[in-house]
């Protein structure tokens, strides 16, 4: 017997110790064990066990044990983990393994039950070693997980770590409220971001912040550091606003939480234009409509129009035309003195006071003026001369109830008139001049009534 079993071991040394043994148990009736090459061979001798090998070199003989597998999961390094981060899983592997040999570690429920394991790693190995593993991103947080590891070349499970270990509760960016607002041009937002669902999980240290996209949401806004957030303002462009949250272990990276807010900014408002070019006008005549050059708009895009007028200038002394509220603007027939237009706008929301359009439209009236002077008051045969003022490029037409007229030259602004009563005249007399604009055509008629004295 001694002979066949120092036979066996030399044999087992030669060929590298290359089997696996599938939960081998005798009734041990002698033994021992070797060491080799990194390895211990343990044997028994008893009764017979066939075994399966699974490795380029068979070896078997009748009567002897091949070598226990054990596996001794190690300590984990940390007591608690997020969701998703790596675990590293070291292992002490006891006996011989196929060359294609995995390596598996599991990981238990939050009671530390293996009844529904999870594979959270592996190893190609027949050795000892580290298993890489991840705890899974919706692994539910719990207090008592444990990790074990398992082989396939043999199928065997190890011992778990023997402490428990912590997962911590997934993390969540929480979410923000989207009814979002609208303002008008370079006004600050009222409304207040609201918070729909808290950020958590992770080591339940969150921090929150806020960026927009006047930046592309790439900075954090300074100062905004709660769940809401209210804009400030002034803004002149349409904004929206982001939730970022991260914890102080699990998401140390801020991470946008669901959802967006837009502040809608209302188009400028603007008065818009009229047209400035004006017109000449005979006294008492029909002006032309003034003209729309551009529409106001802007704000609520609820337009009001007013008109306004002044006699004395362009820029002082206006006052409202009644009914007038459309963008262009017709002046009634009967223009007697010159007057310049101007129109205003507002909206019902952003711009709700009326504010001037650019442009004035001056509408001049243009009819000559003549003065006429000479005595109101003559007597039979008494010379008299009646004049007004010339004025270049007018024309002057005479008319007079009795006497001679001669009228001067070169200009015709005057007139002599020898005063000729017939009997029975009736008072007054007169004498008229009209005075015609050449280039315009507007003339004016001046009456200067006489007093005769028998």
């Given amino acids: 017997m001694k002979k066949t079993v120092l036979i066996l071991m030399f044999f087992l040394l030669y060929a590298g110790v290359h089997s696996q043994t599938l939960s081998p148990r005798l009734i041990a009736s002698a033994g021992g064990s070797s060491s080799v090459s990194g390895g211990t061979v343990s044997w028994t001798m008893g009764e017979t066990n066939i075994a399966t ?29 997020c969701a998703g981060v790596a675990v590293s899983v070291p292992f002490t592997a006891i006996g011989y393994y196929g060359g294609s040999n995995v390596f598996t570690a599991q990981l238990s429920d939050g009671s530390g039950s293996f009844a529904s394991p999870v594979n959270n790693g592996t190893l190609t190995s027949t050795v000892s070693g580290t298993v890489s593993a991840t705890i899974p991103a919706n692994t539910a947080s719990g207090s008592g997980y444990r990790i074990r590891v398992t082989a396939n070349l043999p199928n065997y499970t190890g011992l778990d770590n023997g402490a428990d270990i912590t997962v911590r509760p997934q993390f969540t960016t929480g979410e923000i409220t989207t009814t979002g607002e609208t303002i008008c041009y370079n006004a600050s937002p009222a409304a207040a971001i609201g918070n729909a669902t808290d950020a958590s999980g992770g080591d339940l240290s969150i921090t929150y912040s ?27 462009s349409s904004t929206s606003y982001r939730r970022y949250a991260k914890d102080n272990t699990c998401h140390t990276t801020p991470t946008v939480a ?4 837009t502040v809608t900014i209302r188009p400028q408002f603007t008065t818009g234009a009229i047209e400035t070019t004006g017109e000449t006008i005979c006294y008492n005549d029909n002006p032309a409509e003034i003209g729309n050059t551009t529409f106001a708009s802007g704000g609520n895009a609820s337009i009001s129009y007013q008109w306004q007028k002044s006699t004395t200038s362009s820029s002082a002394d206006f006052s409202v035309i009644d009914l007038a509220t459309s963008a262009s603007y017709d002046p009634p027939t009967g223009l007697t003195v010159s007057t310049w237009y101007r129109r205003q706008a507002k909206d019902g929301t952003c711009n709700t006071t009326f504010t001037t359009s ?54 015709r602004n ?25 280039t315009t055509g507007c003339s004016t008629t001046v009456t200067k009534w006489i007093t005769i004295v028998q």
């Fill in 210 to 236: 806020w960026r927009s996209s006047a930046d592309s949401y790439a900075t954090a806004i300074s100062g905004a550091i709660a769940s809401t957030y209210t804009p400030a303002g002034p803004l002149t």
């Fill in 358 to 411: 650019l442009g004035v439209w001056k509408v001049t009236v243009n009819s000559p003026t003549p003065i006429l002077t000479g005595d109101t008051t003559v007597t039979q045969g008494q010379v008299v001369t009646y004049s007004t003022p010339n004025i270049s490029g007018n024309s002057y037409t005479w008319n007079a109830s009795h006497g001679n007229p001669e009228i001067c030259f070169p200009y």
């Fill in 258 to 261: 669901t959802g967006t807010w």
């Fill in 53 to 81: 090998f699974i490795s380029g070199t068979t070896i078997l003989s009748q009567g002897i044990q091949q070598p226990e597998v054990d596996i001794l999961t190690g300590s984990i390094t940390g007591t608690a983990f």
């Fill in 414 to 438: 005057c007139l002599t008139l020898t005063w000729d009563f017939p009997c029975g005249i009736i008072n007054p007399g007169y004498v008229k001049v009209t005075e015609t604009n050449l």
